[in-house]
């Protein structure tokens, strides 16, 4: 089990930045990565960005060059959020992956709100 809570959420004006922080706790020795994913009123669920034990990252087209993942060694992970529009208004949650008998498992955060103002 892997038990994850998020941190940093707030409002924020057009242009602003803000900071999410996603701290693991459980069993961290199997994760395989970790992520930010975010759903916006009336919309899906969807990736924000990604980073692997090994530090390799992946970005939405619309996270790329406003928004960076990044990882401590105390298995906290960031998401370092930068030019705010008010489209990016969405809870934001933490996941994290394991595997186990080849199956992959899923674990999420309660989620944090980050509005942004216009």
């Known amino acids: 089990q892997v038990q994850l809570v998020e941190s940093g959420g707030g409002l924020v004006q057009t242009g602003g930045s803000l900071r999410l922080s996603c701290a693991a706790s459980g069993s961290i020795f199997s994760i395989i990565a970790m992520g930010w994913y975010r759903q916006a009123p009336g919309k899906q669920r969807e990736l924000v960005a990604t980073i692997t034990y090994g530090a390799m990252t992946t970005y939405a087209d619309s996270a790329k060059g406003r928004f960076t993942i990044s990882r401590d060694n105390a298995n906290t992970v960031y998401l370092q959020m930068s030019s705010l529009q008010p489209e990016d208004t969405a809870v934001y949650y933490c996941?994290?992956?394991?595997?186990?008998?080849?199956?992959?498992?899923?674990?999420w955060g309660k989620g944090t709100l980050v509005t942004v103002s216009s």
């Open positions: 996941n994290a992956y394991t595997t186990k008998s080849a199956t992959r498992m899923d674990y």
